[in-house]
């Protein structure tokens, strides 16, 4: 089992930055893919930005402008977001999954967290 704990979310101007931590407690740490997904008002929640074995990977819309990275010593994933834009207002999850390789499919992973809020305003 694991536990996930999202912070560091809160509203900003656009052009802005954040930085989302996620916190995670239980089996080995680093064993785990890792992935960050947000889910806007009234939309299905979609994939943001992953980490499995060495390789990172996000969904076009934020090529550029956001890092995920992950620290094992610390049993952290991380979320620099940086030039934010109001359609990236929304809750944001972390998430793991045990299987190896990289997946985009919110069905694939198997913990989440409780989700932060993130307001771009115009």
């Known amino acids: 089992q694991v536990q996930l704990v999202e912070s560091g979310g809160g509203l900003v101007q656009a052009g802005g930055s954040l930085r989302l931590s996620c916190a995670a407690s239980g089996r080995t740490f680093s064993s785990y893919a890792m992935g960050w997904f947000r889910q806007a008002p009234g939309k299905e929640r979609e994939f943001v930005a992953g980490?499995?074995?060495?390789?990172?990977y996000y969904t076009d819309s934020v090529k550029g402008r956001f890092t995920i990275s992950r620290d094992n010593a610390k049993n952290t994933v991380y979320l620099q977001m940086n030039s934010l834009k109001p359609e990236d207002t929304g809750v944001y999850y972390c998430a793991a999954r045990l299987a190896y390789g990289r997946s985009r499919r919110v069905e694939e992973y198997d913990y989440w967290g409780q989700g932060t809020q993130v307001t771009v305003s115009s």
């Open positions: 980490w499995s074995g060495s390789s990172t």
